[in-house]
């Protein structure tokens, strides 16, 4: 009895002290603020926010070491800052260089991180991809916007966008570079590949869609030719019995992440 009552109050303490309580509540695309690492955070969805914080403060995907007091970390598909303030915590004197293209994301990203009065940050309100251009975009509102192909463009409204060359940014050692930017990946991965020598660690969001040819064999295929180990895994499961459940999530299928390091 004992350890039962012990149990259901430890229980009733998380309940009761989670700071997050209030915004678990809130339904989707309802803007709100919170505080967290000192830092106040604004959001534009709720669901989306908390997914993400999960992921990088309470599991630390994003972890990595480096000798180096003041690394450089590029953030592709920035959001609303939350990686960029991770990886200021994580290495205070870093520079960072964090894209976000969603013209409505980029001014909450705009906002956190000033909010967090961090040095050494330089925000890019575009997105990465295999030349400078301008590209329709399909704003979803929170955090699966992405560049619109196919009948995607029908799904909503779309905007245009300035996407530039991620080539132009590599230039010295990257410590860590964070690819999440909702399909986009390969086309990427192929116009930087011979700037992949510089980047020791990789941080890649795969993403496949229902209506497009998978290309996660090419993916892997480029950071095995530049000398880069990777580990996968699912960060969600979509269907628990894939050869029956057909579900997608914004025409999504699939969804991995892929850590890649040098030996």
Not at 51 to 66: G, N
Not at 142 to 150: F, I, M, R, Y
Not at 228 to 245: C, K
Request: charged share 25%.
């Amino acid at each position: 009895m004992k350890n039962i009552s012990s149990r259901i109050g430890a229980r009733l303490k998380r309940v009761f002290n989670d700071p997050f309580a209030r915004i678990r509540k809130l339904p989707r695309y309802t803007p709100g603020e919170v505080v967290i690492k000192g830092n106040r955070i604004a959001f534009p969805d709720a669901p989306s926010f908390m997914a993400i914080y999960d992921e990088i403060f309470d599991k630390h995907v994003y972890r990595f070491l480096s000798p180096q007091p003041a690394p450089l970390i590029i953030d592709c598909g920035a959001n609303i800052g939350i990686s960029t303030i991770y990886f200021k915590q994580l290495y205070p004197q870093s520079r960072v260089i964090a894209f976000e293209p969603d013209a409505a994301i980029y001014a909450y990203l705009e906002k956190n991180v000033a909010a967090m009065q961090a040095q050494g940050v330089t925000l890019v309100n575009k997105g990465v991809w295999s030349e400078d251009k301008e590209l329709e975009f399909l704003s979803e509102g929170a955090d699966s916007g992405k560049v619109a192909s196919g009948h995607e463009k029908t799904e909503g409204k779309t905007t245009r966008i300035k996407v530039e060359r991620l080539s132009t940014y590599i230039n010295e050692k990257v410590a860590f570079l964070k690819i999440d930017i909702e399909g986009a990946e390969l086309e990427v991965l192929k116009e930087i590949e011979h700037k992949l020598p510089l980047v020791e660690n990789i941080f890649i969001e795969y993403h496949s869609f229902e209506n497009r040819e998978q290309d996660l064999d090419q993916i892997l295929r480029i950071l095995t030719r530049q000398g880069l180990r990777y580990y996968i895994y699912a960060p969600t499961t979509l269907r628990n019995q894939p050869f029956v459940d057909k579900a997608s999530y914004n025409t999504m299928d699939g969804m991995l992440n892929i850590c890649a390091s040098r030996s």
